[in-house]
């Protein structure tokens, strides 16, 4: 059993355009835990994973954000 913590950081800057010309800068840093047990390449896979899920939350939120301040905030 391997207990593994993974910190990253998350930088982006996204154009948005409506009626007007926007840009959202975002700068966060995601702290990720795993565990897996086997071979070291079930636990590369095992953070590979978890780093993907992390990312695609991520993009999920931004893109749940956007919408909001496409139907709110821009109108």
């Known amino acids: 059993y391997h207990p593994g913590e993974l910190v990253g950081h998350i930088k982006i800057c996204v154009h948005y355009y409506e009626d007007g010309n926007v840009q959202l800068n975002t700068d966060t840093t995601q ?19 978890a780093i993907a899920k992390a990312e695609g939350t991520f993009h999920t939120n931004l893109d749940v954000n956007y919408q909001a301040m496409g139907e709110t905030t821009f109108k």
């Open 31 to 49: 702290k990720i835990t795993f565990s897996e047990s086997g071979s070291p390449d079930a636990i590369a896979t095992a953070a590979f994973k």
